[in-house]
């Protein structure tokens, strides 16, 4: 595509001053392009009141934003298997489950949690 347009900006009576120009305003714009990825799955949980995320992304870290997007609460990842994952909120001794959806917690370290939250593993796209 950025053959064309040269090719065709070449065939237009212009300066050669004015050609150099848009030119060089082509080729930065193709330098600044950036390319879009799918981030891996299990990395934003989203439900009608806000999200889990991991941040930054790959680490242990979670943070919940409510659904103004303000920071809530802060997380370390416990464990990851497959669709699931455990954070940990050590200032109130909590333990939360995300799946593919449901949103459940424990307060007292044992096997059973309680569903809090209907949601879903987000898609997200970085273009960083």
Not at 90 to 98: S, W
Request: aromatic residues 8%.
């Amino acid at each position: 595509a950025t053959v064309s347009v040269l090719y065709w900006l070449a065939n237009k009576e212009m300066s050669k001053g004015a050609l150099v120009a848009v030119v060089v305003c082509v080729l930065l714009c193709v330098a600044e392009a950036k390319l879009c990825t799918m981030r891996p799955r299990n990395e934003v949980w989203q439900h009608a009141k806000g999200k889990f995320v991991n941040t930054p992304p790959g680490s242990k870290n979670w943070v919940e934003y409510d659904e103004s997007g303000r920071e809530s609460a802060t997380f370390v990842l416990q464990m990851k298997q497959g669709n699931q994952v455990i954070l940990h909120d050590q200032a109130r001794n909590m333990n939360i489950l995300l799946q593919d959806d449901i949103c459940a917690t424990n307060h007292d370290g044992g096997s059973q949690y309680s569903q809090l939250y209907h949601g879903e593993w987000t898609k997200v796209i970085d273009c960083t």
